[in-house]
Structure formats: C-alpha cells, structure tokens
C-alpha cells in the first residue's frame, strides 16, 4: 500500500469518523464540488463503519453536513477497484505496463460504462485518485 497524506480537514473528519462509528478509515478524501467525503476502511470495519442501518453513515453525514460514500479496502488490486467502481459490474481487470506506467484496464459492459466514466469524466477520474492512492497504478482505462 502506499502513503497516504491527509490535509487538515481530513484528519479532522477520521478523528469524527472514528469517535462516531469506532472504525479507523485509512484514508479520507474531501470533495468540496459535490460536497462529498470518501473514507476507506477496513474490511473487518465495514459493519462498525456503517452502523445498523446507517446510522453511523447518517450521524456522521449529518454532523458534517457533506454526502459521505464508504469504500472497502483490500490488498487485493482488482478487489479494491471493484470496490472503488461500485455499482458498476466489472466483467475483467488487466493490469499491464505501457511506457514505464502501471496501467488498469477495466472491461465494462457499454450499457454501464458512461456511469463508470460520469459526467466529464468524473467517476473514472475519482477511481484513479483513490486506486493510485492506495494500489501501484498510474491510470485506469475503461474497455
């Protein structure tokens, strides 16, 4: 995994985070556009994360006043992209190398790759923040 740097406002909403829902997020990113905040957790703190249901979601969004989104982590680089791109269906991840840069290609059903894209490129932009944050992948491409 590699380092990951927070801001001042993202340590202060994992201090919340975790004072509300008793999970530790290893990461926490702020998106002041559409007013939302993306903790990734712990597998094993999902459950504590979400609260029964959603509550602990729903104390923290209100508290902060932001949409909050939940990502599960994993080592796994293909199982946390799955994760990261949720709904989305992904049918096949290849992970290759193409002019010294980790590469993920994506292949997605069309009827779902303009969500998986979002508007002006949005959703997959999202996706290689938080994979690149987190997984040895310079960029991600939808097939």
């Known amino acids: 995994m590699s380092e990951v740097k927070l801001d001042t406002d993202g340590m202060r909403y994992i201090v919340l985070f975790e004072q509300i829902t008793g999970a530790s997020p ?16 712990k597998s094993e ?3 504590a ?3 029964k249901s959603g509550d602990h979601v729903n104390r923290v969004k ?3 006043n932001k949409q909050i989104e939940i ?4 080592d796994d680089v293909r199982e946390f992209i799955k994760n990261v ?15 010294g840069k980790r590469i993920a290609y994506l292949n997605i059903s069309a009827g779902e790759r303009g969500f998986a894209i979002g508007r002006e490129g949005r959703n997959i932009g999202r996706v ?3 994979v690149s944050r987190h997984h040895d992948i310079d960029e991600v491409v939808i097939q």
């Open 85 to 99: 791109i949720q709904p989305v269906s992904i049918k096949n991840i290849n992970i290759g190398e193409k002019k």
């Open 49 to 51: 994360a979400i609260g």
């Open 71 to 74: 990502i599960e982590y994993s």
């Open 26 to 41: 290893i990461d926490c990113m702020i998106d002041d556009e559409i007013n939302k905040v993306t903790f990734v957790v």
């Open 45 to 47: 703190d999902m459950g």
């Open 128 to 130: 290689k923040t938080i």
């Open 62 to 64: 209100s508290m902060i």
